[in-house]
Nanobody
């Protein structure tokens, strides 16, 4: 399975973007899908995840209330809707998937075996 992330771009602060992550094969909702981001000079950090087993969603505190994550199991695609964007949201956003990640490890980069190529989001002040 390969992941393709797209939808990044340049947006003014306060604006919105929707990122998409498409899997190359039907996954039937079995995978936990997640988004991470890596800003300039920073380590890759967890943004949001939607679990394959339950469909529950989880967010980093920095994006809670502004971002939502969803999935379309029929299309094997996950989405990250980003609203009220801030300049500090500027980063390369990566989607990731895992069939085996457990709840306590959801925010751990190393827990995900499948990664998309990244899409750049730039928020201007």
């Amino acid at each position: 399975v390969q992941l393709q992330a797209y939808g990044g771009g340049l947006v003014a602060a306060g604006g919105s973007l929707r990122l998409s992550c498409a899997a190359s094969e039907r996954t039937g909702g079995r995978y936990t899908m997640a988004w991470f981001r890596q800003g300039p000079g920073n380590v890759r950090e967890f943004v949001a995840a939607v679990r394959g087993s339950s469909g529950t969603t989880h967010f980093a505190d920095s994006v809670k209330g502004r971002f939502t994550i969803s999935r379309d199991n029929a299309q094997s695609t996950a989405y990250l809707q980003m609203n009220s964007l801030k300049p500090e949201d500027t980063a390369v956003y990566y989607c990731a998937a895992s069939w085996t990640v457990i709840l306590s490890n959801l925010r751990n980069v190393a827990a995900y075996a499948l990664w998309g190529q990244g899409t750049l989001v730039t928020v201007s002040s």
